[in-house]
């Protein structure tokens, strides 16, 4: 069984400022790991994945996500934050590409502050 | 824009309407998927199809019933519904059900039962 955790359903920061949207797994095998990115009346889209690779991971608008065995971590980043960056992020976890085994965390919402 | 469209966007029925939620996929993806976003809750899977297919009905209630007469559209059949099923319906596609790990999302339909 796998399951995510997304520490923190908000998170507040000021425009040009480093953002920090965090995220812990469960899995027994190794799993992909993935962030989508929803923004206001829109669906998902997905921002960046990791699958077994380098274990830094660029993906769009800026961001990146370093997986973290060690840690059983896959937190998201970004140097400065725009204002564009508010939205809502989901962490997903998958044990293969299976249907079954995709698991999204339960948000966290970014807030950019002029 | 993603390649997948919902309509319509906005819905508000009453307990004792029929009425239907379409999707549509531009892709050329075999899988697609209906979930629901309700607030502070994980994303929901309710059913997937694979060509055309139903796989997976996720103890759905029966006052939902899905249809898919292709691989391009999807639809949710509604009727009887209660107010906590009010909620945001998302659609989904990707290339297989193998590769559920990256599907792309139409921008969902927000439901309100009154």
């Known amino acids: 069984a796998q399951s995510v955790t997304q520490l923190d359903s908000h998170v507040s920061v000021s425009e040009g400022t480093p953002v920090l949207l965090r995220c812990n797994y469960s899995?027994?095998?190794?799993?992909?790991l993935f962030w989508y990115v929803q923004h206001p009346n829109k669906g998902l889209q997905l921002l960046l994945k990791?699958?077994?690779?380098?274990?830094l991971v660029k993906g769009i608008n800026g961001f990146e996500a370093e997986f973290k065995k060690s840690e059983t971590s896959f937190h998201l980043t970004k140097p400065s934050a725009h204002m564009s960056d508010a939205a809502e992020y989901f962490c997903?976890?998958?044990?293969?590409?299976?249907?079954?085994?995709?698991?999204f965390g339960t948000g966290t919402k970014l807030q950019v502050i002029p | 824009e993603t390649g997948v469209t919902q309509t319509p966007r906005h819905l508000v029925m009453g307990m004792t309407n029929k009425k239907s939620l379409k999707c549509e996929q531009h892709?050329?993806?075999?899988?697609m998927y209906w979930y629901k976003q309700s607030a502070k809750k994980p994303l929901e899977l309710m059913f997937v199809?694979?060509?055309?297919?139903?796989?997976e009905n996720n103890s759905v209630p029966s006052r939902f019933s899905p249809e898919c007469p292709n691989s391009s559209h999807l639809f949710l059949h509604l009727h009887t519904l209660q107010p906590e099923d009010s909620a945001l319906y998302l659609c989904?596609?990707?290339?297989?059900?193998?590769?559920?790990?990256?599907?792309?999302f139409g921008p969902g339909t927000r439901l309100t039962v009154t």
């Open positions: 989904a596609s990707s290339q297989d059900v193998k590769k559920a790990y990256e599907q792309y």
């Open positions: 899995s027994s095998y190794s799993p992909s």
């Open positions: 990791y699958t077994s690779a380098a274990t």
């Open positions: 997903v976890v998958t044990l293969s590409g299976g249907y079954q085994k995709v698991t």
């Open positions: 892709l050329g993806h075999n899988a």
């Open positions: 199809y694979s060509l055309e297919e139903r796989v």
